[in-house]
């Protein structure tokens, strides 16, 4: 029943693996399916090397209950359910500890838009979320981690910027599939370590000129958009 959901999310999980994303256990991705308000997701504590498609957990989106699968679900799962509750235009989501993304949240600062290859994939900077208190993590920390990313997320456009950083823990981001979760979570690390360098080599510099981050943003997105053979 959910073969080729399963064998999406397991390729999406693979290409974190492939493109060094992640180290042992240190990630996940699922993808929803809205029509039957569940999503599949890794499994929780299997090494990429180890993995099979046969092991993706398929989940309930309304209350991240396991409904099809032999292992437990990964520890993110709550995470996962409360973002596509949050975000009903999404459709995928990854999480790892790649380490740029990483080091920003527990720096506990926001990735600004220093250059053109950031505002292509990202309108304005990655926010970073607050820690989440302790009353928080003991009614349910990662449910409540999707709570403190909604938060981050007001007065903001979750399609526009589909990434953000959960402080002292790490990045998230979404699309609108699996795959393109991936692909989201693989432009953040290298945003990430462009900003890095940035600021090494000039601690004082100041953001891209809106108009510039507009352009390339919107060249890509929306309904004007001119880049690439689709237009």
Same mark, same amino acid.
């Given at each position: ?20 994303? %992640? ?13 039957? =308000?569940? +999503? *599949?997701?890794?499994? @929780? ?19 991240? %209950? ?20 949050? +975000? ?40 970073? $979320? ?39 823990? =790490? ?6 599939? *699996? ?18 360098? $940035?600021? @090494?080599? $000039? ?13 390339? +943003? ?14």
């Amino acid at each position: 029943m959910y073969e080729e959901l399963r064998k999406r999310v397991y390729e999406a999980n693979m290409e974190l693996y492939r493109r060094n994303m %992640v180290l042992y256990t240190w990630g996940n991705v699922s993808e929803a399916d809205r029509e039957q =308000g569940v +999503f *599949a997701i890794k499994p @929780s504590g299997v090494k990429y090397e180890d993995l099979r498609t046969e092991d993706i957990v398929i989940v309930r989106i309304e209350d991240g %209950v396991k409904v099809d699968g032999e292992m437990n679900p990964s520890s993110d799962t709550p995470t996962h359910a409360g973002l596509y509750r949050a +975000f009903p235009e999404i459709g995928g989501v990854t999480h790892t500890h790649s380490t740029c993304a990483t080091a920003w949240a527990q720096a506990g600062k926001s990735i600004p838009c220093f250059g053109t290859t950031h505002a292509d994939y990202y309108r304005s900077d990655i926010p970073v $979320t607050r820690y989440i208190s302790k009353e928080e993590v003991d009614r349910g920390y990662e449910l409540e981690t999707a709570n403190v990313i909604k938060e981050a997320f007001i007065g903001r456009n979750p399609v526009h910027t589909p990434a953000v950083l959960v402080r002292g823990h =790490g990045p998230f981001t979404w699309g609108k599939d *699996a795959d393109n979760s991936v692909y989201n979570a693989v432009v953040l690390e290298e945003v990430a370590k462009m900003a890095m360098y $940035t600021l @090494s080599i $000039t601690p004082e510099q100041s953001e891209l000129p809106v108009s510039i981050q507009d352009k390339h +943003f919107l060249r890509k997105h929306g309904p004007n958009a001119y880049y690439g053979q689709g237009h």
